[in-house]
T-cell receptor, first 113, second 116 residues
Framework: AQSVTQPDIHITVSEGASLELRCNYS??????LFWYVQSPGQGLQLLLK????DTLVQGIKGFEAEFKRSQSSFNLRKPSVHWSDAAEYFC???????????WGAGTKLIIKP | GAGVSQSPRYKVAKRGQDVALRCDPI?????LFWYQQALGQGPEFLTY????????KSGLPSDRFFAERPEGSVSTLKIQRTQQEDSAVYLC??????????????FGPGTRLTVL
């Protein structure tokens, strides 16, 4: 069965520092991969997605993620975080269908001033 | 409105009470999803509609959970005889297309259900 693991429950980063959030998945074929952000009181917002092609994908708000098949990973990165990036980040895997996204448990990002 | 809206935003129910949660998707969106998000967890799929047809309800945890979308727009998730384990945030999402091709899902803010 498909699964998604986000090993870090929370991460604290200083404002202006770089960020990497880890995501590992378990899926037999090439998956559809997503990163979403959930801010307090806000709905989940799609940051970026990978379906095929270039393994480095660019998203909104300056985020990028790299698909590494050999490591079954899809880590999210940002070169310099801003206080407004404080939120919870979710990695998700989709099968070949639109629905049945499998979600990780999330990583809460805390920004130190 | 421009986005997906859900009401109520917060609901407190006594155990055994029935509740109804409403979702207004983005106008014109074909697909509608319900998810359950327990505290400290990621969302878990409950059910999927394409227009008014409920194509997948495999994630509904018990027969106490029922969802409908009678006119292919607004959807209601109903939980009968609520139990404490039903306490969670219920998320609704909609997407433009349907079928088996990915379209971005747009999420509402959720309804936080607390069962006492």
């Amino acid at each position: 069965a498909q699964s998604v693991t986000q090993p870090d429950i929370h991460i604290t980063v200083s404002e202006g520092a770089s960020l990497e959030l880890r995501c590992n998945y378990s899926y037999g074929a090439t998956p559809y991969l997503f990163w979403y952000v959930q801010s307090p009181g806000q709905g989940l917002q799609l940051l970026l997605k990978y379906f095929s092609g270039d393994t480095l994908v660019q998203g909104i708000k300056g985020f990028e993620a790299e698909f590494k098949r050999s490591q079954s990973s899809f880590n999210l990165r940002k070169p310099s975080v801003h206080w407004s990036d404080a939120a919870e980040y979710f990695c998700a895997v989709g099968k070949d269908s639109n629905y049945q996204l499998i979600w990780g448990a999330g990583t809460k990002l805390i920004i130190k001033p | 409105g421009a986005g997906v809206s859900q009401s109520p935003r917060y609901k407190v129910a006594k155990r055994g009470q029935d509740v109804a949660l409403r979702c207004d998707p983005i106008s014109g969106h074909v697909s509608l999803f319900w998810y359950q998000q327990a505290l400290g967890q990621g969302p878990e799929f409950l059910t999927y509609f394409q227009n008014e047809a409920q194509l997948d309800k495999s994630g509904l945890p018990s027969d106490r959970f029922f969802a409908e979308r009678p006119e292919g727009s607004v959807s209601t998730l109903k939980i009968q005889r609520t139990q404490q384990e039903d306490s969670a945030v219920y998320l609704c999402a909609s997407s433009l297309g349907g079928g088996r091709s990915y379209n971005e899902q747009f999420f509402g803010p959720g309804t936080r259900l607390t069962v006492l």
